[in-house]
């Protein structure tokens, strides 16, 4: 389906309006596991885009790691807390605006692609492409399932293996590197499952 600018942002609404919640629901959450499959492709100190990065949870785990992170997320009130996190601004954008004249040796988008309308998805992805370097990495993690979905007001683009090897059709600047499901590592979340990939852009 194709989704309506007012349903798009009513879920960057949500995000406003419960950024205190989902700030304490996700800060704590020990996302271990999902760095170790991701900074092997990171060279050690390399630059790393954290591309929707909610509570700056990530950001803060790599750049006390070595890493230099730039950051943004699309709500105001989540950069503004992601950036008292961190200590250092957080940009307000969104994937498909952002630009940069760095290009990043790796790219973080961790469960935030997935609020992406699904025909925007792939241009999403691209503009992260068109801001890594060649030979750098980009995670993304959706809901595992398949197509755009509208729950309690929000847009979800869920993926699975299929839907991937479909979206890569139109991105052949990338190439699969990895790929796994996991369960969600939010308390009482468990029986949720995440589908997870780590992209390479071509040298």
Known sequence: MKTDTPLIDTTLSHYQENADQFFDNTIGVDMTALYDRFLPFVPAGG?????????????????????????????????????????????????????????????WACASLLHVPLDQLHLAIRNLAACTRDGGSIYMSFKLGSGERVSKGRVFTDLNRNGLAELLKLLPELRLKEAWTTHDLRPGREDEKWFNTVLVKHE
């Open 47 to 107: 630059h790393i885009l954290d591309a929707g990065c909610g509570s700056g949870r990530d950001a803060l785990f790599f750049i006390n790691a070595g890493f230099r992170v730039t950051a943004f997320d699309a709500s105001p009130e989540m950069a503004e807390k992601a950036g008292r996190l961190i200590g250092q601004p957080v940009e307000v954008t969104t994937f498909q605006q952002f630009h940069s004249n760095v290009l990043f040796d790796g790219v």
